[in-house]
């Protein structure tokens, strides 16, 4: 089985802001975030994304714009060597109550389902509660970083045990385990 994690956006792989992202101007990437995915690429294992992105629905963006965003990421990441599986997105409003919006598991399960993944094999990095309750209600290893949201979630899960200072040191620790096995 091909190794794979499933990484949060928003704060995992480019800065937060409470106002969205909505324009490809205002994605910047977490320092080290690219090049850790292109190690992950080069390592063979594969990545997927998985981001709610209520601005649509709320009107803070359109879809067009999520795309460009999405574009730009893609560009940069490919740029450095790696790749991206696939974007899964949830588009609802909060209050729609949809099986896919985070913490609920519809995108990893969707995923798991799209691309054979055993769930219980991977991991989801995220920098929020509501994605290490995704992760667990999924069924795979929950992992924190501690940028973004990162640092109110470790005091909201102060018993979280896998937390990493970001996706580049998470990476690093993962690529010397499969190395090991």
């Not at 390592?43 to 795309?67: C, F, H």
Request: net charge negative.
């Amino acid at each position: 089985m091909t190794p794979f994690v499933i990484l949060d956006r928003d704060g995992v792989i480019n800065e937060d802001s409470p106002d969205y992202i909505k324009s490809p101007e205002e994605w910047i990437p977490v320092n080290g975030s690219i090049e850790a995915i292109a190690a992950l690429t080069r390592a063979g294992v594969a990545v997927y994304i998985a981001t709610n992105q209520a601005g649509v629905p709320r009107g803070k963006l359109t879809l067009t714009s999520l795309k460009s965003v999405h574009r730009k990421m893609l560009s940069q990441i490919s740029a450095a060597g790696g790749e991206i599986k696939e974007i899964a997105c949830c588009l609802h409003h909060p209050n729609d109550g949809c099986e896919c919006r985070k913490p609920k598991p519809g995108m990893l399960l969707g995923l798991a389902q799209r691309h054979e993944l055993d769930l219980s094999g991977g991991y989801f990095v995220g920098d929020s509660t509501k994605d290490l309750e995704a992760a667990r209600a999924a069924g795979c290893r929950g992992i924190l970083v501690l940028t973004g949201n990162g640092q109110t979630t470790l005091r909201e899960n102060p018993e979280h045990q896998n937390v990493f200072s970001d996706l580049a040191a998470f990476v690093q620790h993962l690529l010397q385990e499969l190395e090991r096995d």
